[in-house]
């Protein structure tokens, strides 16, 4: 087996998919093949134990401690993927492990142990800062294929969890279940209820499918032991095919000739054209940065259009990670999406209830998040109560990175009378 073999066998092992894909790369490059006969001892009880162990062909058995009771010697049987000698609680191996057949295994020695234990599933280093997007798509791996998801202090709220946070990290949740060579390229999302902001989520994996070339995964977000979201994902390795691109990206500035909000607001704070009441009220706010940092092509003359188009990229540096990268554009694509089907609608006094009901996103090519893209909205149609748009993403280059659609409720605001009813 090739280095790239030995990568992509290793990135189907349920126990290292949570790993960052360097670390994986790292493993492959460290492990050793090991080979036994039918009825070779591969450990034996009270012995020490080399390292983690990986079948890649063949079966062994394994054998309970000699003083167990003959109820509790459970003998089971190693197949393809699994594992043995980590986790152990000492240095001497608790079983005996025998092949059955002729048994092939990779071996990670005991010194590379710390390949297993990586900072954050995105970054096997002890980088002293991460990106605050990087944070917020950080999960914590309970168990194979169940990860818990935060709403960080400074994570954008918006009276609930922001529809891109239960997008990236349910992504992110799916992403490290696949192997690492395998990258999403097509995902379709149900906002289901209102998530807590205050609460953990935790987003449990389903594996739908595992293929040669495409792997499917479903994932449910659960807060208070409710669905409050599912995502469906394909995942495909890398191959060459046909090309083509009919799309166009609009001749705008670029993002070097923008302003992004901060400026934004600092010049309407001292724009006389502003009331000073306004200004006023609005120095009082207290500003949080956001994780994406936005430039807008268009002044607001043209706000009352069914679109919209705008520069955006991450704040801070992130991992060289594509499924990272793909995760945090998973995150981004919500901001400011279905509120362009309000446009045409906007006057004086308005107020509206907004909520995402569904989002679909494919990746056509590779995308570095940490870079200028240019997201391009346009709102096609509004009816009954939804108003739907979609959505284009482009590199510097003029590449079509993505597309995407969403469909969200969209309601006047009830007025409240003198005398509200009680909700109970």
Same mark, same amino acid.
């Given at each position: 087996?090739?280095?790239?073999?030995?990568?992509?066998?290793?990135?189907?092992?349920?126990?290292?998919?949570?790993?960052?894909?360097?670390?994986?790369?790292?493993?492959?490059?460290?492990?050793?093949?090991?080979?036994?006969?039918?009825?070779?001892?591969?450990?034996?009880?009270?012995?020490?134990?080399?390292?983690?162990?990986?079948?890649?062909?063949?079966?062994? *058995? +394994?054998?309970?401690?000699?003083?167990?009771?003959?109820?509790?010697?459970?003998?089971?049987?190693?197949?393809?993927?699994?594992?043995?000698?980590?986790?152990?609680?000492?240095?001497?191996?608790?079983?005996?492990?025998?092949?059955?057949?002729?048994?092939?295994?990779?071996?990670?020695?005991?010194?590379?142990?710390?390949?297993?234990?990586?900072?954050?599933?995105?970054?096997?280093?002890?980088?002293?800062?991460?990106?605050?997007?990087?944070?917020?798509?950080?999960?914590?791996?309970? $168990?194979?294929?169940?990860?818990?998801?935060? @709403?960080?202090?400074?994570? !954008?709220?918006?009276?609930?969890?922001?529809?891109?946070?239960?997008?990236?990290?349910?992504?992110?949740?799916?992403?490290?279940?696949?192997?690492?060579?395998?990258?999403?390229?097509?995902?379709? #999302?149900?906002?289901?209820?209102?998530?807590?902001?205050?609460?953990?989520?935790?987003?449990?994996?389903?594996?739908?499918?595992?293929?040669?070339?495409?792997?499917?995964?479903? /994932?449910?977000?659960?807060?208070?032991?409710?669905?409050?979201?599912?995502?469906?994902?394909?995942?495909?390795?890398?191959?060459? &095919?046909? $090309?083509?691109?009919?799309?166009?990206?609009?001749? /705008?500035?670029?993002?070097?000739?923008?302003?992004?909000?901060? *400026?934004?607001?600092?010049?309407?704070?001292?724009?006389?054209?502003? !009331?000073?009441?306004?200004?006023?009220? #609005?120095?009082?706010?207290?500003?949080?940065?956001?994780?994406? *940092?936005?430039?807008?092509?268009?002044? %607001?003359?043209?706000?009352?259009?069914?679109?919209?188009?705008?520069?955006?990229?991450?704040?801070?540096?992130?991992?060289?990670?594509?499924?990272?990268?793909?995760?945090?554009?998973?995150?981004?694509?919500?901001?400011?999406?279905?509120? +362009?089907?309000?446009?045409?609608?906007?006057?004086? &006094?308005?107020?509206?209830?907004?909520? %995402?009901?569904?989002?679909?996103?494919?990746?056509?090519?590779?995308?570095?998040?940490?870079?200028?893209?240019?997201?391009?909205? $346009?709102?096609? %149609?509004?009816?009954?109560?939804?108003?739907?748009? @979609?959505?284009?993403?482009?590199?510097?280059?003029?590449?079509? /990175?993505?597309?995407?659609?969403?469909?969200?409720?969209?309601?006047? $605001?009830?007025?409240?009378?003198?005398?509200?009813?009680?909700?109970?």
């Amino acid at each position: 087996m090739d280095r790239e073999q030995v990568t992509e066998f290793l990135g189907q092992v349920p126990l290292l998919q949570c790993l960052p894909g360097s670390s994986i790369r790292r493993i492959a490059a460290a492990v050793q093949v090991r080979r036994y006969e039918p009825g070779d001892y591969v450990a034996r009880e009270g012995e020490p134990v080399d390292g983690l162990y990986i079948i890649l062909d063949g079966q062994a *058995e +394994v054998s309970a401690p000699a003083n167990a009771e003959e109820a509790n010697r459970p003998d089971y049987v190693l197949n393809k993927y699994d594992y043995f000698g980590y986790g152990t609680n000492s240095s001497d191996h608790q079983v005996n492990v025998v092949a059955l057949s002729k048994l092939t295994c990779l071996v990670l020695p005991n010194q590379y142990g710390h390949l297993l234990q990586p900072k954050t599933i995105w970054n096997a280093e002890d980088t002293p800062e991460h990106s605050l997007l990087e944070q917020i798509l950080h999960l914590e791996p309970l $168990e194979v294929d169940i990860f818990r998801g935060f @709403t960080l202090p400074d994570a !954008p709220v918006f009276r609930q969890v922001f529809g891109g946070q239960l997008i990236g990290q349910a992504l992110a949740a799916a992403s490290k279940t696949v192997d690492c060579l395998k990258m999403v390229h097509s995902l379709h #999302a149900i906002f289901l209820i209102a998530g807590d902001s205050n609460m953990p989520i935790i987003y449990q994996v389903h594996r739908a499918r595992d293929g040669s070339s495409f792997a499917t995964r479903k /994932v449910e977000a659960k807060q208070k032991g409710l669905v409050i979201f599912t995502l469906i994902a394909s995942f495909q390795k890398e191959e060459v &095919g046909f $090309e083509h691109q009919a799309a166009i990206m609009p001749d /705008v500035p670029p993002p070097e000739q923008l302003l992004n909000l901060e *400026e934004i607001r600092e010049r309407r704070l001292t724009d006389p054209r502003f !009331p000073a009441q306004y200004r006023n009220s #609005a120095a009082k706010k207290k500003l949080t940065p956001w994780p994406i *940092e936005m430039r807008f092509c268009e002044d %607001s003359a043209s706000q009352h259009k069914p679109s919209l188009n705008y520069w955006f990229r991450a704040r801070g540096k992130l991992s060289d990670d594509q499924a990272l990268h793909r995760c945090v554009v998973a995150y981004a694509s919500d901001l400011l999406f279905s509120g +362009v089907s309000l446009n045409p609608h906007r006057e004086k &006094g308005l107020k509206t209830y907004s909520l %995402s009901l569904d989002h679909s996103i494919w990746f056509h090519k590779p995308v570095k998040a940490d870079d200028w893209l240019l997201y391009v909205i $346009e709102s096609p %149609s509004a009816h009954g109560g939804r108003g739907f748009v @979609t959505g284009r993403m482009f590199n510097r280059q003029g590449e079509l /990175v993505m597309s995407l659609t969403q469909e969200a409720l969209s309601r006047r $605001e009830k007025a409240r009378g003198p005398n509200p009813r009680p909700k109970l």
